[in-house]
């Protein structure tokens, strides 16, 4: 069958671009195809910085041709619907209609739309202009003269199609003057000749001999290969970097490696700080030596041309540039090293964190006293904690970060041990934006943790306090991630934290800092405060706990904190979100959403390590046997009790009479719930969430016997009524572990 192949060559496209830009033009052209009734064995897509390239292999030579009935209305019909049908079929008038008969329904118009194959030739050239004119690209602009909108100038169009025995056949169109043929250029410097093609493997060998590799991954692989081997040559290690990497594949079509140097004074810098500066200037790649682990002062280039001096030149021109940033990176380094991190904080002041929320020198207050009462409740040393949460946003201001931005809390790190830090302090300054996402390390330091929960805490009760939450897709604050961070911080740790006491605490810190900077009429006006009946007496209350002067409002969270009515609205709101962001995690865990809902379902839970450990435990017992029947005997007690409340308009709770137990299998259940709830209080208390589910389990035996022996709706009341408080007696057994109605099944 015939080949396709397409290429569109212009000037460089921005390496950003190139991979997504191929995958469209994949699909866009093999769907117009497909939707004008051709098919296709097989198409691939490829880009090098002056091309996208395309082949279809096996595609039809022609479509088929068509016959379509469509029915239309009633012979006598109104002449509206008559016009409408004709319009749609595209006749011109009923003439040119056939009227069918039905036994049942009359007289009736079908249209015979009969549409002739079309040669793929004529499909192609008919599709491919509208494709190139309205391509998806994310910037484009015009030059010259000419009209057509393209990511950089076109220069020219490669279009052929025909099966592997006979010439192929150049596919005739015409794009803003441009017209397809069979020629391309090789390399821009190396081979810039146009040749003539004909199909995909001649067009790919005479590119490879044109010095172009037309495959990003497989240059891509050249690249690494020879630049691991150059280093390897040197006795030295390359530092992998995959972004770079896909980047330097689409900056070159003949990429060759070359290795240069700097001076070994600027390895005195920070080897993150002097890796980003050579690649974000340079986009080279950093060696660095096995035996230290720190950087060398080699770099790994990429170039497009294989130069006649080997190379000499263009290391050269990059070591002077590597050179002159690697010399004002060291210039901000020295002179942020002057520069003493309390001192920093000074000029937090002048950088607003948030409109409402006050500038980040105010969180840095705000983080303080949270984090400080945080550490007790994870073994953190308190002092240590507050420091580090003191310190933890100081680099910002810092020449270096100002510089890369991307390297905030680790040039902190840096700065607090060069100015003799704790240690602990320093690490914690690095790892409180962690977890920044799913892929990123978790902090296992006491100090490092209660900073991190504290800085994330701060950002969801601030954001809720002035009505800023997530909608929909839309989370411009990263509301969810700072959500999941608390979670996998929590998780990850096996902490035992009172979730709901903290954010309490952090949710009257954000909002006495808006009245101490924006005034209570401010916290009055917003959202959440609006929708309290009796906000004017609430907002007096909440502010008699809270001291503006220091803003303290406890002095430690084991302490019960009393909750206002003005907030508790605000924080089931934020723990819901929570529990949303939960299920999330337990489903990647493997605990099932309505497991997850079961125990969520009992509400008053503020411990998401408990409840995870819950959540795990029910799976478990539900995958057994005994589980199973256990939920099946629960549902039916359930079933029975709830037609029965229903009818009766009364609830059965309260304890079964002795006196009325009359058959031995309710004697048995009763006992064995009793028991049951005694230890099941203990080990939840102890939070054995596997004992207690395994105690659970144990009552799978009398329930059955229950249901098999007994008779519920007896003839006598009291019998009946004291039958039904056994129900009752089993839901609220199941119910002090798992709300089990909840579970499908």
């Known amino acids: 069958m015939p080949d396709l192949l397409l290429e569109i060559f212009s000037e460089e496209i921005p390496a950003r671009m190139q991979r997504r830009a191929a995958e469209d033009l994949k699909s866009l052209l093999t769907n117009a195809l497909v939707e004008a009734g051709l098919t296709y064995e097989g198409a691939k897509a490829f880009a090098t910085p002056r091309r996208l390239t395309l082949t279809v292999a096996g595609l039809t030579k022609s479509s088929a041709a068509t016959r379509e009935e469509r029915k239309g209305p009633r012979v006598g019909a109104p002449e509206k619907a008559v016009a409408g049908f004709l319009r749609g079929a595209g006749l011109k008038s009923l003439e040119d209609a056939q009227i069918h008969t039905d036994p049942k329904k009359g007289e009736f118009y079908v249209a015979v739309i009969e549409k002739p194959g079309r040669e793929a030739t004529d499909i192609i050239a008919e599709v491919m202009p509208g494709i190139i004119r309205n391509f998806p690209w994310p910037k484009s602009q015009r030059w010259g003269t000419g009209k057509l909108k393209w990511v950089r100038p076109l220069h020219s169009i490669l279009c052929t199609f025909g099966p592997e025995t006979e010439e192929p056949e150049i596919v005739e169109f015409e794009v803003d003057g441009i017209k397809a043929g069979n020629t391309t250029r090789g390399h821009r410097f190396m081979s810039p000749e146009a040749f003539t093609v004909r199909r995909f493997e001649d067009y790919q060998s005479k590119l490879e001999a044109a010095k172009v590799v037309l495959d990003a991954d497989r240059r891509k692989d050249i690249i690494l290969h020879d630049a691991k081997n150059a280093a390897l040559a040197l006795g030295l290690d390359l530092v992998e970097d995959q972004g770079l990497l896909e980047e330097v594949a689409g900056l070159n079509e003949w990429p060759t490696v070359l290795i240069g140097s700097f001076e070994e004074e600027f390895l005195e810098i920070p080897d993150e700080a002097v890796q980003l500066t050579i690649k974000v200037n340079q986009k080279n790649f950093v060696l660095k030596d096995p035996k230290t682990g720190r950087l060398s002062n080699k770099f790994a280039l990429t170039t497009n041309i294989e130069a006649k001096d080997g190379g000499l030149k263009i290391i050269a021109g990059n070591e002077k540039v590597v050179r002159a940033r690697l010399a004002d990176a060291k210039f901000f380094w020295d002179t942020d090293l002057k520069n003493?991190?309390?001192?920093?904080?000074?000029?937090?002041?002048?950088?607003?964190?948030?409109?409402?929320?006050?500038?980040?020198?105010?969180?840095?207050?705000?983080?303080?006293?949270?984090?400080?009462?945080?550490?007790?409740?994870?073994?953190?040393?308190?002092?240590?904690?507050?420091?580090a949460a003191k310190l933890s946003k100081a680099d910002l201001v810092s020449s270096m970060v100002y510089e890369f931005p991307e390297l905030q809390g680790l040039m902190g790190r840096y700065y607090a041990a060069a100015q003799g830090e704790n240690e602990a302090i320093a690490h914690a300054i690095e790892d409180h934006y962690k977890p920044a996402g799913a892929s990123d390390s978790v902090p296992s330091g006491p100090v490092s943790i209660a900073v991190a929960l504290a800085d994330k805490i701060d950002i969801l009760t601030g954001f809720w306090a002035i009505n800023e939450k997530p909608t929909g897709s839309k989370d411009p604050f990263a509301l969810r991630r700072a959500a999941l961070g608390v979670i996998r911080l929590i998780l990850e740790n096996d902490l035992r934290i009172p979730m709901r006491d903290v954010l309490v605490q952090s949710l009257r810190r954000n909002i006495a800092d808006i009245a101490s900077h924006k005034g209570e009429d401010t916290v009055v006006s917003l959202p959440f405060v609006k929708e309290s009946e009796a906000a004017g007496s609430l907002i007096k209350d909440m502010f008699s706990l809270v001291s503006k002067a220091t803003g303290i409002i406890l002095d430690n969270l084991s302490n019960k904190v009393p909750e206002t009515a003005l907030e508790s609205g605000l924080i089931d709101d934020l723990m819901a979100f929570f529990v949303d962001r939960l299920k999330v995690v337990l489903?990647?865990?493997?605990?099932?959403?309505?497991?997850?809902?079961?125990?969520?379902?009992?509400?008053?839970?503020?411990?998401?390590?408990?409840?995870?450990?819950?959540?795990?435990?029910?799976?478990?017992?539900?995958?057994?046997?005994?589980?199973?029947?256990?939920?099946?005997?629960?549902?039916?007690?359930?079933?029975?009790?709830?037609?029965?409340?229903?009818?009766?308009?009364?609830?059965?709770?309260?304890?079964?009479?002795?006196?009325?137990?009359?058959?031995?299998?309710?004697?048995?259940l009763t006992n064995a719930i009793s028991d049951t709830q005694k230890k099941l209080t203990a080990l939840i208390l102890n939070t054995d969430y596997s004992g207690a589910m395994s105690e659970l389990a144990l009552l799978r035996g009398p329930v059955d016997a229950f249901f098999e022996e007994i008779h519920v709706n007896a003839e006598n009341m009291d019998v009946r009524e004291n039958r039904l408080k056994i129900l009752a007696q089993i839901r609220a057994a199941v119910h002090e572990v798992a709300d089990f109605s909840k579970i499908s099944g």
């Open 340 to 387: 003493n991190l309390e001192k920093n904080n000074s000029k937090l002041k002048d950088i607003v964190f948030h409109e409402k929320l006050g500038s980040v020198a105010n969180r840095i207050e705000r983080l303080e006293k949270l984090a400080a009462e945080i550490a007790p409740l994870i073994g953190a040393d308190v002092e240590l904690t507050r420091r």
């Open 587 to 668: 489903k990647d865990k493997g605990v099932r959403h309505d497991l997850a809902d079961a125990v969520f379902a009992l509400g008053g839970q503020d411990d998401i390590a408990l409840m995870v450990k819950r959540a795990e435990a029910l799976g478990t017992l539900l995958a057994t046997e005994d589980g199973k029947n256990l939920l099946a005997g629960y549902k039916r007690a359930a079933n029975i009790l709830r037609a029965e409340e229903k009818k009766d308009q009364k609830s059965y709770g309260g304890s079964p009479s002795e006196e009325l137990l009359e058959e031995p299998a309710e004697i048995k």
